[in-house]
Every structure is written in C-alpha cells, then in structure tokens.
C-alpha cells in the first residue's frame, strides 16, 4: 500500500472517529434514580432509559439506591450529568447527598420529576420548591396550595386538607395550557393519555411554576371534578424542572404522549431549549391513545 493512500485512509479513520466522538459529546446524559418506589420501578425505568435514548440525543444511566434506610455509600455524582430523573419514592437520602442535589439543581442543574417521585420528601423544603406541588408523604395546607385550572387560568387553593388523591385509573385527554412553552410548542392542544392515575388536590409552594398542561379529574372516576396540573415547568435558582404526574406504570409509559413530553421537558431542564421535533398529530390524536413499545 502507497504512503499516500495509507495516509489518505487513516485520514479517514480519524475523521470518522473524530465525528463519533464529538456526536457521542453533544448528547445530553441523563442519570435515572430509582431503587425504592410503592410503583413498579424495575419496569418503569427500562421504559423511560429507552424512550429518552431512542431520540438520539440523549445518554442514559442509572443509579439504584439500596432497600431500606440509605447510607453513606450511596453517593452519585450529579455533577457528571446534565439532568437528574427521578423515579424514586422511598427513605430519605443521605444528608450530604440532598445538600449536594440542592446546590446541583441551584446552580443550573436539570431534574426532572416523574409521577409517584412528587409523593417523596414532603417534609424536605427545598425539594418541594424544586417540584412545585405534590401528594402523599404527610402534605396539608401547611405545605402550600393546591392548584387547579379554571376559567383560563391557575387557582391556588389554600384550604385545608391533606394532599394528594387519584381516581380510577383511566384514559383521559390532556389539555396545553401554555403552548408556547419550548416543552409543549408545536404539541396538539389536545392529545389522548394511556389509561393512568390522574393525580389531584397536589400541594406545595407552587413558585416559579407554570402549569404546561391540564387534565379533567372526572367525578364519575371518582375524581375531583376540577382540571387538575398534569405538566409543569419550574425555575429553582439557575435550574430547571420538568415535573409529570403521568407514568404509573409500564403500559402507561408506552404512550407516545407520555413519551414524547417526556423526552422535552427532559432537553428542556438540562439546557433551557428544545431541539427534539413535535410528533406529528397522528402520534398524538385527541381521540386515541397511540402506544410505542420498547423492543424485546
């Protein structure tokens, strides 16, 4: 082989690596937590690794906390990441890890908070500014306001109670509400949800918060009868919060709709934008629910 055609083809070599490298850099990397959950998070989070790696711009791993009380050991870098998912719901963390969460999502780190991980910490002031509103975990109306969707805008209900409660697991439409937002511009006013628990009467200090998307709690589910927050955008510091209700279980998250906000409000908290293309409206149609499955 000629010294020139040897150098033309390394040449070649190194470009290819060269542009492997640097689409490998410009994809965002997720850190999934999960370990501890009253849902079924073995099943859950396979899901989600999977629907935010199949948009090509994401990294996905994930980090399992160990059963029961954590200890010092459990230590994941956030700093590594972009965005942090939780898909936890269990003991509290380590003192020295929720200091090191604050400052990393203070500082301009994304979270994004999926379903039951909203009943977590109620008691933890910071992460409940990070999330807005939640459910469970001994919330009241010490802990803020209850939201809710009327006559074209948010109520904040300070009334007492507990919070937290769902219906019947259902379909149901979810309405945008701020559609122009980075997460839901170009998304159908009205799209069809898998069948899931529409979360109600969530509380919290609600600031910083705007309500991206509703749903209906229909009294004949046994729901509230009010347009309760379904997706939320919360600034905390210099970072960014994508909170979903959506996402009880696996069927559930084979939704397109679940999945394709899923994977926007994920870009949205690691860099403020969305880059990822709306679906087109039959991936999201008011009237059906469209599901994509992971491959076996």
């Not at 109306?141 to 919070?163: A, F, H, N």
């Not at 906000?261 to 087109?280: N, S």
Request: aromatic content about 10%; proline content about 7%; charged content about 20%.
């Amino acid at each position: 082989m000629s010294t020139r055609r040897y150098g033309w083809m390394l040449g070649l070599l190194c470009f290819a690596a060269t542009c492997q490298t640097l689409c490998a850099a410009g994809k965002l990397k997720v850190l999934i937590i999960d370990g501890q959950n009253n849902h079924d998070w073995r099943a859950t989070t396979p899901v989600m690794k999977w629907a935010l790696e199949q948009t090509g711009r994401f990294t996905v791993e994930v980090s399992t906390t160990p059963d029961g009380a954590i200890g010092d050991d459990w230590r994941p870098k956030f700093s590594d990441y972009d965005v942090i998912l939780s898909n936890y719901n269990g003991h509290d963390w380590p003192e020295a890890v929720r200091t090191a969460f604050v400052e990393y999502v203070r500082n301009g780190g994304g979270f994004v908070s999926v379903h039951a991980a909203d009943n977590s910490f109620g008691g933890w002031r910071e992460f409940n500014e990070m999330i807005g509103v939640g459910g469970w975990g001994d919330r009241n109306e010490k802990s803020g306001p209850m939201l809710y969707w009327q006559d074209g805008k948010i109520v904040r209900d300070e009334s007492p109670g507990s919070g937290g409660t769902h219906g019947a697991y259902h379909e149901f439409v979810v309405e945008t509400r701020a559609p122009t937002h980075p997460i839901m511009k170009g998304l159908p006013p009205k799209w069809k949800h898998a069948a899931d628990e529409l979360y109600a009467k969530m509380r919290g200090p609600a600031t910083n918060l705007t309500v991206l998307a509703t749903a209906f709690s229909a009294p004949d589910k046994a729901g509230t009868g009010k347009h309760e927050p379904i997706l939320m955008a919360i600034n905390y510091g210099k970072g960014r919060v994508f909170h979903t209700v959506l996402g009880h279980d696996a069927g559930t998250m084979t939704g397109s709709g679940f999945q394709v906000t899923l994977a926007r409000g994920t870009e949205w908290a690691a860099t403020g934008k969305v880059t990822l293309p709306p679906p087109k409206p039959e991936d999201m149609p008011a009237d059906t629910v469209v599901t994509r499955t992971p491959p076996k």
